[in-house]
């Protein structure tokens, strides 16, 4: 059984940083894509980036592009998104999830498994 544990979310100015993590168990962690999406409040969810299974490619919305870094430790099955000079605007839910075999990293549909979530609030 698959299971995304986030954490590492919580409240900051803007202009700070996080990060957060995912620990992924249940799975061969290698052979996953992972991703980092986000749902801001009454909207949809959103994704924010993703690292590639084989090579460790990283893929980013503009957004969010030379702010926010993901990156993963294959031996501690953990995912990690940093996140600098965050932005009243990048308030959500922040979720980790794996993708087996798409490549469409921005696609919500195209992940197989989700964690519960983690609350991300900047403030202005």
């Known amino acids: 059984q698959v299971q995304l544990v986030e954490s590492g979310g919580g409240l900051v100015q803007a202009g700070g940083s996080l990060r957060l993590s995912c620990v992924a168990s249940?799975?061969?962690?290698?052979?996953?894509?992972m991703g980092w999406f986000r749902q801001p409040p009454g909207k949809e969810r959103e994704f924010v980036a993703a690292i590639s299974r084989s090579t460790g490619t990283t893929y980013y919305t503009d957004s969010v592009k030379g702010r926010f870094t993901i990156s993963r430790d294959i031996a501690k099955r953990t995912v990690y998104l940093q996140m600098n000079s965050l932005k009243p605007e990048d308030t959500a839910v922040y979720y980790c999830?794996?993708?087996?075999?798409?490549?469409?990293?921005?696609?919500?549909?195209?992940?197989?498994?989700w964690g519960q979530g983690t609350q991300v609030t900047v403030s202005s």
């Open positions: 249940g799975l061969p962690f290698s052979w996953y894509a």
């Open positions: 999830a794996v993708q087996r075999y798409s490549n469409s990293w921005s696609e919500v549909s195209q992940y197989d498994s």
